[in-house]
Structure formats: C-alpha cells, structure tokens
C-alpha cells in the first residue's frame, strides 16, 4: 500500500522548499549582474554596488537557498519514514525554526540591500558591518539549531520505541547532518554573538582578527558538508530506488557519513593556509586531517558505480561498461542528480588542490576557488536538489510529475550543465593564470597581464547569462510542480540489496562517534587557538564601503 | 565490515595517492623550507603601524648580493611604497602588515599570494628571475576601492 | 503502515549460505580507476605549476 505523505508535514516541507527557490531567485539575478560588470558588459546604476550585489549572492545562495532546501527534504524523509508523520513538538520546532531563519534572512538582506553590510558572506573582520547584519545571521542560525532540535526528537522517539531495531537510512542520515551543522555552527555562533555584535554595537573596541577569521572557518569547511551530505542521501538512499535498483550497502553508507562527521570538522585551517598568525605545523596537521576526508567521498564514489552496475547487470548488461546504458536518462529525477554526481569528479579534483598545504598558493583568491565552489555546491549539489524536487513537490502536495515538466528537467539541467561549463571552466583557467576572485571591473591600469584575462570574462559573462536562463527555468519549473494534476507520487526510499552484510550496531552508537569528533576538534584547534588568544593584537573596525 | 576485494583495492589505491601527495607535500615543507606563508609569528599593535618600526620606514634596502629586503604596508586602498625595483636574479624578503582591514598580496604569475592581516606581519620570500613589471594585487576584498588596489615591481 | 524493519532484500542469511559469489564490479572498478587517474592527473598538473613558479 503506497504511504501517503502527510498534509501537514507537507505544507512544512514546501514552504522550506519554495523560500530556497525564491532565494535562488533574488540571489541569481545579482550573480548573472556580477558576470556582466566583470565582463565588461554592463555598469551598474550609482546605488548598486557590485560589493552588494556579491554580498547578496552569496548570502543567498550559500546560506539561505541551501539551509532552506536541506531543512524541507530532510524533514520530508524524516517525516516519511520515522513513522509516516512528525511528532507534534517537532513539527512545531520545525515551524518555530522557519519562521526564525526568515526573520533573521528579511533582516539580513534589506541591511545588505541598504549598503550598510557589503562585507561579503564571509564578513571578515576588521570589516564592521551593521550590528543588525550580525542579528540577522544569528537568528538564522539559532533557527536552524531550532529545526534541527526538532529532527533529533522524532528520531530519539522512535528510537525508543522501536528498541534494536535498525534506523532508516534517511534518518539516520539526516541525524548525522544536524549534528555535524549543530557543532560546526557552534564556531561561527561564537565569533558573532561574542565577538561581533558587542562590537558592532561599539560595547567594545577591537577584535581580535585572527580570532575571528579562525572561528569562522571552523564552521565554514564542514558547512560545506552540510551542503554535500544530503546530496549524498538523495544519491544513496532515493537515486538507487528511482532506477529500480537497490543500495549497495547500508553500513558503509553509514560509515561513510560518520567519517564526515570525524573529518569534516578539525580542518578549518585549509582556508587559511595563506595567512599569518597560525604555525606551519598546524596548517600541515590540518591538511593531513582534510585529506581523510576524501576517503568517504572515495568510497561514495564506488558505492554508485557499483550500484549502477548491479543494476545494469541484473538486467542482463555484460560488458565492462553497458550497464551505463541502462539507467534512466531520460527520467530527470535520474539525470539531474547524476549529473552532478559526474561533475563532482572536477569538482573534488579541485577541492584536493586547494587544500595542498604549500600548493594553495597557485590558486589562493583567485577565480579558480569561485569556479571551484560552483562546480561543488552550485552543480553537483543544486542539481540533485532540482532533481529532488520533480519528485518531492509532487509527493507532499498530492500531485504527479508530467511527461511535459519531465521533459522541462531535462532541458534545465542540460542548460544548466551548458553554463557551467562556460563560467566554472573560464574561471578555473583565468584563475590559473592569477585573476583575483571577489573583484569588480578592472583592467588594474591596463597592465598587460589583466587585459588577457577579459576574455575569459566575457566567457563567464556568457556562462552567466546562460546559468540565469536555467534559474528562471527551474523556477517556472517548480511553480509549475505546484499546480501539476493531482496524484498520488510514491516518497522513493531505497531497499537495500541482498548482497550487503547486516549492518553493525556500532554504527549507530553515537556515544562513540561523537566523542571521537569532539576529540580531533580539540587536538586540532587547542594550541593554535591558546596562541591566537595570548599572541595576537586585537584592531579597531573599519567602514570601507 | 567486509569489503568487496574490489573496493578494498580502490580504498588503497586512493588512499596510497593521497599518502603520496602528502608526503611530498610534507618533505618540500619540512625538510626544504618550501612553506605556506608567514611561518613565523610576529605581532605588531595594528593602531599604530606608522609608528612601530620597520614599518615606520617602509621601502626597499639591500641586505647583501642578491638580497633585498622590502618592508610594505597594505591599506584601502593601495601599498606604500607604490612601486619598486630590483635588478634580475635578487631575492626580496617581503615583510607587510596592514594599517586597516585584511588585504591580499599576490605577485601574478608567481608564488607570492599571502594574507595581510592588522596585527600580524606577513612574510614571504621570491627570487626574480626574469625581469619584467610585475603586478602586485590584493586578491581579498577589502572595500569600494579594492579593484584599484595595486602595486608594481620593475625587475631589471 | 510503514516498515520499520531494516529493508533488507532478504533475511539475514545463514553462515553456510554467506559464501556467495561477491557481485561482479569490474565495470566500477575501472570507473574509479578513471576518476583516481583524473585526481592525480589534475594534482600534478597544479604541482608543476607550482614548481615552475617557485
């Protein structure tokens, strides 16, 4: 008997859902503005400002579309398979968060429009923005704590009342992103709320600087994860249902997601690889902490081929790679998500090269990093969301997914892939050749080595302009899922196959797992951060916008 | 947990290649001195850079054959001295704070790509090789004007 | 009602029965071969930058 999604948890979901898109929105129009200032194509009327413009995008598009979007579809899954329903309290924490996150969001993006906070997403101090920008980042990211608080409820209940017994896999999943984002966000939490409002407010002079930027990135390298991970779930737990296959293995899919809850955290320092005030030993540690990292992302990697191909041979493929033929591309709630499972090979590629101690400096600030994070989270990882949603909109609001919309999809991640191309390879080039990220039109007095870099400009202007044509589409795309016919569409979950071991219990003893993380923070962080406190000078703040 | 051989022998294999590069990496920054900026840690009070020496007398002088030493500060939205000059074939000692917000330093085409941060002094080292002007940018965003925030080297 | 029983395709098999076949995966094999292979095509090429400018 097919479950029906709750009507309830349903409205809960879409508005999550839809403020993502309407952020994606807003926060694409000022990206595709910023492609065409750097190439030359447009200048912007006297009261925008491309520092604006930039501070938005990125607020928007790394903070609010992705936590929004995260938030829905792991209360979907948690909602679908923890019992078929939230427990009042946490659909209530997921609302009271909600409604939290956009407070802090409206606050925060009328103080940027204003002028009064172009300090970027990453709001490096001694840059002093307005205290209300600072407010506003705190109350998405307490309402955040909110929602997730409200995931760990229902999983502890049914824990308890489902005693020994295996969780599923989407909750289980889900759990191990909320921890991951409860404890990474701790680092970020307490550089504005101790550091910066006092501050901002002028309660207090200076900041320590090296402080800040070190408590940021704490948060700043797992919230990549954050991203990641439930891509990751879609890709393990629904992509194997959706092409009538099964999970390759339900405990190293577990075990890869504790390994990112050990690594994904005690390595901050990769983004700080360039800067004073930290020892080369410690940039070094964290380095080799970083590198452990991948191994999860490697084992992933296999975990999918190797899915596709038990698939692909159980239909009767025989040769080394035929099996690749029998999977659905011509269903986009397959083709999105693959693709950006395709992509994520460059795109992790990149992310090893970053992190390479020494090797950082090729690449540092340059425009390799911006094509770098829209390969990661504005392809691999917002492609599987659009993929979720041609399924997920149609499952919590009682509708179907049309021949037509499908074949919207297909077209949108087409395009999508098309301007990425242009734009991310343009800007991994260019980045090479030294072409400083975060900066607006200038040819630096017409020295000879920034003219070359214009026409790299103008291809990501062109990129651009394309990506921007896959945002309006995905838009339409989810407004049209809104009103598709009515329907009943299955919550696609998973079975795993026969082939994989029982699932050890360890993998569930969070205790453990847990401690060990805590652990590995403390070794990388404690010295480094008793030298920051007892070493470094602390500055005034500067308006220079 | 058992593995599939097949997993187990891409597990090693991946995991051997990251050794590798970690090992290289490691060796170059240990044992031959090829480290990420600023190894060392030096403060300076960021409210009074003008005042605090070197920085009281920013500018380039010679230590010995070859050997320069360049004293700079960053600020919104340039770097004092405005250019400088060093024959072919020297090494520069580079030593730069910034007087207000966090700036970049970055020699295109080169190594020289570090972080300028008030209160901390940044070090690096390059050797000139082929002479040329050389475009010194700051690569982190620091205010309106950051796009005009250059600098050149002339190398002879 | 759901299931939540761990969804496994079949119960836990006895010991005897557990010496399968392991799947073939030759085709996954060579995939992450090529993905590994393009890590450390990319890494080098970045690493000889680096040592070019250096």
């Not at chain 1, 002028?202 to 600087?209: F, M």
């Not at chain 1, 397959?334 to 101690?357: D, E, Q, R, T, Y």
Request: net charge positive.
């Amino acid at each position: 008997m097919k479950q029906l999604f709750d009507r309830n948890d349903g409205k809960l979901v879409i508005a999550h859902i839809l403020f993502a898109f309407a952020a994606l929105l807003i926060g694409g129009i000022a990206g595709m503005l910023q492609g065409m200032v750097r190439g030359g194509m447009v200048t912007l009327p006297a009261n925008i400002g491309y520092y604006e413009l930039l501070t938005a995008h990125g607020v928007l598009m790394a903070l609010i579309f992705t936590t929004y979007f995260i938030i829905g579809f792991l209360y979907s899954g948690v909602s679908h398979t923890l019992g078929g329903r939230l427990l009042p309290a946490a659909r209530k924490l997921g609302w009271i968060g909600y409604l939290t996150m956009s407070v802090g969001t409206v606050i925060g993006v009328i103080v940027i429009l204003l002028g009064k906070a172009t300090v970027l997403y990453t709001f490096y101090a001694p840059m002093k923005a307005s205290p209300w920008f600072y407010i506003a980042l705190a109350l998405v990211v307490i309402g955040s704590w909110l929602s997730g608080f409200g995931i760990f409820y229902q999983y502890r209940k049914w824990r308890k009342n489902n005693s020994g017994k295996l969780s599923p896999l989407f909750a289980f999943m889900s759990v191990v992103t909320m921890l991951l984002w409860q404890i990474a966000t701790i680092g970020v939490a307490i550089e504005v709320v101790v550091q910066l409002i006092p501050w901002s407010f002028g309660w207090v002079d200076t900041v320590n600087v090296v402080l800040s930027r070190t408590l940021f990135w704490y948060f700043g390298h797992p919230l990549v994860y954050f991203w990641l991970l439930p891509a990751y779930i879609c890709w393990y737990v629904v992509i194997p249902k959706i092409i009538g296959g099964k999970i390759f293995s339900d405990s190293l899919a577990r075990l890869s997601f504790l390994l990112f809850l050990l690594f994904s955290i005690p390595v901050g320092f990769h983004h700080q690889l360039m800067e004073p005030g930290i020892s080369s030993f410690w940039k070094y540690l964290q380095v080799v902490l970083t590198f452990m990292v991948i191994v999860p992302s490697l084992m992933t990697a296999f975990s999918m081929f190797a899915t596709f191909e038990m698939h692909g041979r159980a239909k009767g493929a025989r040769s080394l790679f035929g099996w690749f033929r029998m999977l659905p591309w011509k269903d986009v709630r397959f083709f999105a998500p693959f693709m950006g499972m395709l992509i994520f090979i460059p795109a992790g590629a990149g992310g090893i090269i970053n992190a390479s101690n020494q090797m950082n400096a090729v690449v540092h600030n340059t425009l390799w990093v911006t094509g770098h994070f829209h390969l990661t989270v504005a392809t691999s990882v917002a492609l599987t969301f659009f993929g979720i949603a041609y399924w997920l909109i149609p499952a919590v609001t009682g509708r179907v997914l049309t021949p037509k919309m499908n074949r919207l999809g297909i077209i949108q991640t087409i395009i999508w892939c098309v301007g990425m191309f242009f734009m991310s390879g343009s800007m991994h080039t260019v980045g090479l050749l030294g072409d400083p990220r975060r900066t607006a039109y200038t040819t630096y007095d017409d020295h000879p080595d920034a003219v070359l870099w214009m026409p790299y400009h103008v291809a990501m202007a062109i990129g651009g302009m394309i990506l921007f044509v896959g945002v309006l589409l995905i838009v339409y795309n989810v407004i049209a899922l809104m009103r598709a016919p009515k329907g009943e569409t299955e919550y696609p979950i998973g079975e795993v196959s026969e082939a994989s071991e029982p699932t050890p219990r360890y993998l569930e003893r969070w205790g453990i797992w847990l401690g060990i993380a805590v652990a590995l923070i403390l070794f990388a962080y404690t010295i480094p951060l008793i030298d920051m406190l007892n070493n470094t000078v602390n500055s005034p703040g500067y308006v220079t916008w | 947990m058992h593995l599939h051989r097949l997993e187990k022998a891409w597990l090693t294999i991946g995991i051997a290649m990251l050794a590798i590069f970690l090992i290289v990496l490691g060796t170059m920054a240990f044992s031959m001195g090829v480290t990420p900026p600023s190894a060392h840690h030096h403060t300076v009070d960021p409210a009074n850079v003008a005042k605090t020496a070197p920085f009281d007398n920013p500018g380039i002088k010679q230590v010995s054959d070859k050997h320069y030493e360049a004293v700079m500060v960053a600020y919104a939205f340039g770097y004092t001295p405005q250019t400088l000059e060093v024959p072919a074939g020297s090494t520069v000692d580079f030593i730069v704070t910034s007087s207000d917000v966090v700036h970049g330093f970055a020699i295109v085409g080169t190594n020289v790509n570090m972080m300028i941060e008030p209160g901390e002094v940044s070090h690096i080292s390059h050797k000139f090789d082929k002479p040329g002007t050389y475009l010194l940018l700051c690569n982190e965003y620091c205010g309106t004007g950051h796009e005009y925030m250059k600098s050149t080297i002339v190398v002879k | 009602m759901s299931d939540f029983r761990p969804q496994l395709g079949q119960q836990t098999p006895i010991p005897q029965e557990q010496k399968k076949q392991e799947p073939v995966l030759k085709g996954t094999f060579a995939a992450v071969l090529l993905l590994g292979a393009f890590i450390a095509i990319s890494w080098i090429g970045v690493f000889l930058i680096f040592m070019t400018r250096n």
